[in-house]
């Protein structure tokens, strides 16, 4: 392990010790295997799994895998409760041999404390999309940029933006597979269906988290992913940096919805398959879920565009699973041997059919034809990160967002954001 990781150990146990009572009383009923070990020239290695509705593609990999690889067992711990049992594995020092984990703000936390795989100069970088890389070195939480480095490798890239009935657009009159390039447009275009007596927006705030989605998909073109360190130093406040996109959530929530905007996800989405809107402002994560309803919808996945400049629009892209190995991992060659058999192109592009993802190698590739408009995107590495991932778990990101789309409050709604937010700063002592 290099100086930094030996230097990170510290903070690796102070990130731990605040979350680590509840996880480890969770721990003793999951009853997780333990790390990696050979036992008469076999290898068994302990691999963690986070994406649950992927077990059965993840848990076929491993028995392939063990098919070509006779002296290498994979141990597949599929985890429902993933990151509280991960973290549990780490502070007793059972770190996992391979790992899938979310890029998001608790991926970035335990990177920048050591305890996954540094590929920052590893050849295989050179085979993977700049924007997906990035967005995994942008997530390490550290505001050195030495300490920026790429700590898993991007596996599957999810997207958000906006879900179109491409039926319903071209009975508005619509073309469905030019979609707005500006603002005003997609304001335009919500007002035509209004006009149409076409339920313009399929609203699910019952499920709150859903209005991260737009929020989201608007703030990758309107707030710089710079920015963030910049309310984490202090010099910016979420005044500066979210009042905008609160403006157009009100607008877009309260002028264009459904009348029973409080819909959960599960209703919406029906809703949606069955042709009762024109639009669906979730990411790609919905896809599976509308065709599990109704399977040959006419369905195109577009950029919600936040300004009106079309060359300024960026699209909302995650690394929706890091693949990585434990930094200490005692079986460091057959670890990467899983590593590479995971991400040979043709496995990629069979998980991205499945998982209607974003495969991570440069020439980008989607297993579901309603993606492909936003292929470029892709393609010329115009991708940010969500914006939540920026913003530390403990708050009700979700909660204040359901208010402001009800009483329309930005004042109140970057201000709650910003009081939860410096608590959450006072109990940081890293």
Request: with cysteine; aromatic share 10%.
């Amino acid at each position: 392990m290099d100086t930094d990781s030996h230097r990170t150990r510290g903070s690796l146990r102070r990130i731990l010790a605040r979350t680590v009572g509840a996880a480890c009383a969770l721990a003793v009923g999951i009853g997780l295997a333990g790390c990696g070990s050979s036992n008469a020239g076999q290898v068994t290695l302990d691999f963690f799994q986070f994406k649950f509705e992927a077990s059965d593609w993840f848990n076929k990999a491993s028995r392939d895998f063990e098919k070509s690889h006779p002296n290498i067992r994979i141990n597949v711990n599929n985890s429902p409760n993933s990151n509280p049992d991960l973290r549990t594995r780490l502070v007793k020092n059972r770190t996992p041999d391979v790992i899938t984990i979310n890029g998001d703000i608790n991926f970035g936390m335990l990177a920048e404390a050591g305890v996954f795989h540094d590929f920052t100069d590893d050849p295989i970088v050179s085979e993977l999309n700049p924007g997906m890389v990035k967005i995994a070195k942008d997530l390490v939480q550290s505001t050195d940029p030495s300490h920026k480095r790429l700590y898993g490798i991007p596996f599957a890239g999810n997207a958000s933006g906006y879900l179109i009935n491409e039926d319903l657009w071209r009975k508005a009159g619509l073309d469905p597979s030019h979609p707005p390039t500006t603002w005003d447009e997609f304001i335009n275009a919500l007002k035509t269906f209004k006009q149409q007596n076409i339920t313009p927006l399929e609203a699910s705030y019952g499920d709150p988290w859903t209005l991260q989605a737009p929020l989201s998909s608007l703030n990758s073109t309107l707030v710089p992913e710079t920015e963030y360190a910049k309310l984490r130093e202090g010099t910016a406040t979420f005044a500066d940096l979210w009042k905008p996109v609160s403006g157009k959530l009100v607008e877009m929530y309260q002028n264009y919805t459904q009348t029973n905007p409080g819909a959960t996800y599960q209703q919406a989405t029906q809703d949606f398959a069955n042709g009762k809107a024109a639009v669906l402002p979730l990411g790609t994560y919905a896809i599976p879920q509308v065709r599990l309803i109704n399977k040959n919808m006419n369905i195109r996945f577009a950029q919600m565009p936040a300004t009106n400049n079309p060359k300024e629009q960026m699209l909302t892209a995650g690394d929706d699973v890091i693949l990585t190995m434990g930094a200490d991992t005692k079986h460091p060659k057959e670890a990467r041997e899983f590593v590479d058999f995971l991400m040979q192109r043709e496995r990629l592009e069979d998980y991205s059919k499945i998982q209607s993802a974003f495969t991570p190698l440069k020439e980008t590739y989607v297993g579901d034809r309603a993606l492909q408009g936003v292929v470029p995107f892709f393609k010329e590495a115009r991708l940010t990160d969500f914006c939540d991932h920026y913003v530390p778990p403990s708050i009700n990101i979700a909660g204040f967002l359901q208010t402001l789309v009800q009483n329309g409050n930005v004042d109140q709604f970057t201000a709650s954001m910003q009081t939860e937010y410096d608590k959450a700063q006072a109990r940081n002592f890293r």
